[in-house]
């Protein structure tokens, strides 16, 4: 008589829960990382946009967003920018679009260690190669100097991407360079 290898028994439970683990692990929702380019053209197929990237920009975060609803805000990708004036950058947010959101109070809101954005300049609409778009522009005193935020905030799909740029007021060339991006983003979709 051939005697077979016994195999040790798990209780049904055990098994039951280590494949819902498993298949938890393997549904991501949250943001990935993909890996850091430094190239000319920055491009976010899933999210159907692209913008140029100035020589010298040199991004420093990148991630690729859940598809469906999202929940808060997440960032897509951020560049340090290449100015004489160190600390210029630009970070492209995402959150998802809703009926009463106000995006002047949101973006004054605290944030980059401002506890209060201040409005520099009334809300301005513009069109970028065919896309609506909203200029939000605030300043506040950061290190006993001034700081400069502007925001163009794209609604599309459900979703609102937010180019965010920052820089120190004087800094004309860190400014313009985030404009000039900005300003060639083309939407796919």
């Excluded at 004036?85 to 973006?107: F, K, S, T, V, W």
């Amino acid at each position: 008589m051939k005697t077979m290898a016994k195999f040790p028994r798990f209780p049904l439970r055990f098994v039951v829960a280590a494949c819902l683990l498993a298949a938890l692990g393997s549904c991501q929702r949250r943001p990935s990382a993909p890996d850091l380019r430094d190239s000319k053209v920055y491009q976010s197929r899933p999210e159907g946009f692209r913008f140029l990237v100035p020589d010298g920009w040199v991004q420093t975060a990148s991630a690729a967003l859940p598809p469906g609803e999202l929940e808060g805000q997440s960032f897509l990708v951020k560049y340090r920018i290449n100015s004489p004036e160190p600390g210029a950058r630009l970070q492209i947010e995402c959150m998802a679009d809703q009926a009463n959101l106000d995006l002047g109070q949101h973006h004054a809101s605290p944030s980059y260690g401002v506890k209060r954005w201040q409005p520099s300049a009334p809300p301005e609409d513009l069109q970028i190669h065919g896309a609506d778009a909203q200029r939000l522009v605030y300043s506040a005193d950061v290190e006993q100097r001034k700081m400069t935020k502007e925001v163009v905030c794209f609604r599309r799909r459900g979703r609102v991407y937010s180019f965010v740029g920052l820089c120190w007021s004087s800094d004309d060339k860190g400014r313009q360079q985030i404009r000039r991006a900005v300003e060639s983003t083309i939407w796919d979709r």
